[in-house]
């Protein structure tokens, strides 16, 4: 039987054999899982560095997986801290403790059986830890919030929607287009693409590097790399090789300090995820040779083996190095394999699903996640688009079997 989610490839660079395995919602909790980006300044999936957990949420809910595979999800209906009208859009870790930030009701913290508000406000937009330090933003132009071992200061820099921290380095940013800054001694320093060796103004991902100070910026030109008080290096495609694009909306670090890069366009949609090894990009995955959706809005983690795992409304690892001894316990998803033909396709696309159950249903959308077509199931359709890329998604009721790319003439 052809498994969708299941590719070995021989690797190199510290990276072994490939393979994916897949975990869909409905085998813990309609819903349980979403991937992406809720508002633009949030990561809602990320886990633990501290115990590899797997945390997301969505609106009123946050779904956890433990390192077991125990699954638990906290929302209005068992956990009276939340309500219907409930945001909950990022998180932040510290040892033995989780945090979430809450559009209505402000810093959030589990303490591994209850959550409490420990910092009310509205607005919340993004939280960020350091070690035992969690930053907090809001979307309100007011005072950032910093937490530590129960203390709370506001600090009295009001620009700042989006704060990183290590080692007493503090970089903010008010918002993707807006630049970057690094906030010191009282004053915040703004840099220049003009200037300095930044890239352009946009920064959808602000990281630092695990295993050094190095401040990694992705924008819409590449990565920009900044080192104490200044910018010292890129990474494009002039620079880099096999790199699959120019913009990045999303980068995750391995021990190594390699990192997996999610390359997408302004407003957050996905097309490619790839693996960037001292210069040379590796492992490149699009909607062609892995089964992500790449029509949603997803968000990428890397774990504390270094294993690859990717929400989009389904749970996708990469499993490279060890992984959970629940995973093989799961299982797997049965995604849709089939195939879409021709391709390139001068308006008339075929269906083979190789002896699946036959899909219900038919969606056609642009490189936007815009759908454009839809229509019930037949193995063969009629469409009329305009020339270029699209991806092709079948559906069994609401559950998405599997998506392909084509080209239309």
């Not at 190199?12 to 085998?27: C, D, L, M, R």
């Not at 932040?92 to 406000?121: C, H, M, R």
């Not at 220049?192 to 819409?220: H, Q």
């Not at 990474?235 to 890069?261: H, L």
Request: aromatic fraction near 16%; hydrophobic fraction near 40%.
């Amino acid at each position: 039987m052809k498994r969708l989610m299941i590719f070995f490839i021989l690797l190199t660079g510290g990276v072994q054999a490939q393979e994916w395995q897949s975990i869909h919602y409905n085998n813990y909790l309609n819903g349980a899982f979403t991937g992406g980006q809720v508002f633009f300044y949030s990561r809602n999936f990320k886990i633990s560095p501290y115990d590899n957990s797997i945390w997301m949420c969505k609106n009123a809910r946050i779904s956890h997986l433990d390192n077991e595979g125990n699954f638990e999800y906290f929302d209005y209906s068992n956990t009276s801290l939340f309500t219907t009208s409930s945001k909950v859009i990022d998180f932040a870790f510290a040892a033995g403790q989780v945090f979430a930030v809450d559009v209505t009701k402000g810093l959030l913290k589990f303490n591994g059986s209850a959550w409490e508000t420990i910092i009310p406000y509205s607005n919340g937009n993004f939280i960020s830890s350091d070690t035992d330090t969690i930053w907090a933003t809001k979307n309100d132009n007011t005072n950032y919030m910093m937490w530590k071992d129960g203390f709370n200061f506001q600090g009295n820099y009001s620009n700042y929607r989006r704060i990183v921290s290590k080692n007493g380095q503090m970089w903010g940013s008010s918002g993707e287009n807006y630049g970057i800054s690094k906030y010191e001694n009282g004053i915040s320093r703004v840099y220049s693409p003009d200037t300095s060796l930044l890239l352009d103004w946009s920064n959808y991902d602000v990281k630092f590097s695990r295993l050094s100070d190095t401040l990694y910026v992705a924008g819409a030109l590449g990565i920009s790399k900044a080192f104490g008080n200044k910018f010292v290096d890129t990474i494009t495609p002039g620079n880099s090789t096999n790199m699959p694009g120019s913009s990045i909306i999303e980068i995750e670090f391995d021990s190594q300090d390699n990192f997996w890069a999610l390359f997408g366009n302004s407003t957050f949609y996905p097309n490619a995820i790839a693996y960037y090894d001292h210069g040379v990009w590796k492992h490149i995955y699009n909607a062609d040779n892995s089964p992500i959706d790449f029509t949603r809005r997803i968000s990428i983690e890397v774990d504390t083996s270094d294993n690859l795992w990717v929400a989009d409304g389904s749970l996708h690892v990469l499993k490279l190095h060890e992984t959970p001894a629940w995973l093989g316990l799961q299982k797997p998803l049965s995604l849709q394999a089939f195939e879409v033909y021709p391709n390139p396709s001068s308006g008339v696309l075929n269906f083979d699903v190789n002896a699946f159950s036959v899909p219900s249903r038919i969606e056609v959308l642009d490189l936007s996640g815009r759908v454009v077509f839809e229509t019930a199931y037949a193995d063969q359709v009629d469409v009329a688009l305009s020339p270029g890329s699209y991806f092709v998604r079948l559906f069994n009721d609401s559950q998405v079997l599997g998506t392909r790319k084509f080209v239309m003439e």
